[in-house]
């Protein structure tokens, strides 16, 4: 079974600053997606980005970029220049290519930017 | 374009009431079709979803059940709420491609007393 792992429960940081938040996966396949969502107070998810494992270039978005290590099973998220707005639970997600067409989410982490 | 639709915002029930939340999908056919139920503001944890009419599948065997019965209509069910219920429960959809990411519906708040 895949898994999900977000090892921060809680982030804090002041605005304008960087932040990164880490997620791990477990798969013996090799074929898959990654997505990471915001839910912000208002408990919206939010689609932030999303990474195709095959391929090699990261992910960017504005300020939201990724950092995937597909032989660590590592997809970590980088909020440049963070805002008040970024405020918000964050939640790694990954879903197989092939087989059961459903998102696995890790258990989030809450980030929070102080002005 | 696409809408999901995810009513009511908000439910109060008793323990041992029946439950039925609603979610509909508009701008598109055939869609996949999700429930997540999310527990005092943490992780997702996916209860049911289906990939057509009359394909349900279950990943948590629980007090509640999941029906779909028109294309683009997920209904999440149960007979006798628990208190272990309560939570946010979301419903998604997202088109049969692996990359297509989800679309949430604004979910709705389960309080059982």
């Known amino acids: 079974a895949q898994t999900v792992t977000q090892s921060q429960p809680e982030m804090s940081v002041q605005e304008a600053e960087t932040v990164t938040l880490s997620c791990t996966y477990d798969?013996?396949?090799?074929?898959?997606?990654l997505f990471w969502y915001k839910q912000p107070p208002s408990r919206q998810m939010i689609l932030v980005i999303r990474?195709?494992?095959?391929?090699?270039q990261n992910a960017t978005e504005n300020r939201f970029s990724v950092n995937f290590q597909k032989a660590a099973k590592s997809f970590s998220l980088k909020i440049s220049d963070s805002q008040l707005g970024d405020t918000a639970m964050y939640f790694c997600a990954f879903i197989l290519i092939q087989g059961a067409q459903k998102l696995v989410f890790g258990q989030g982490t809450r980030l929070t930017i102080n002005p | 374009s696409q809408t999901i639709h995810q009513w009511p915002a908000t439910l109060v029930q008793p323990v041992g009431s029946p439950l039925s939340l609603e979610c509909t999908v508009e701008?598109?056919?055939?869609?996949?079709l999700y429930w997540y139920r999310q527990a005092a503001g943490r992780g997702l944890q996916l209860l049911f979803y289906?990939?057509?009419?009359?394909?349900i599948s279950s990943e948590v065997p629980q007090n509640l059940s999941a029906s779909r019965p028109q294309d683009r209509q997920f209904i999440l069910s149960s007979k006798k709420l628990l208190l272990s219920d309560s939570g946010f429960y979301l419903c998604?959809?997202?088109?049969?491609?692996?990359?297509?990411?989800?679309?949430f519906g604004n979910g709705t708040r389960l309080t059982v007393t």
């Open positions: 701008g598109t056919s055939n869609p996949n």
């Open positions: 998604a959809w997202k088109f049969s491609l692996p990359n297509s990411p989800l679309h």
């Open positions: 990474q195709e494992a095959y391929k090699q």
């Open positions: 289906s990939v057509g009419i009359g394909q």
């Open positions: 798969t013996s396949e090799n074929n898959y997606y």
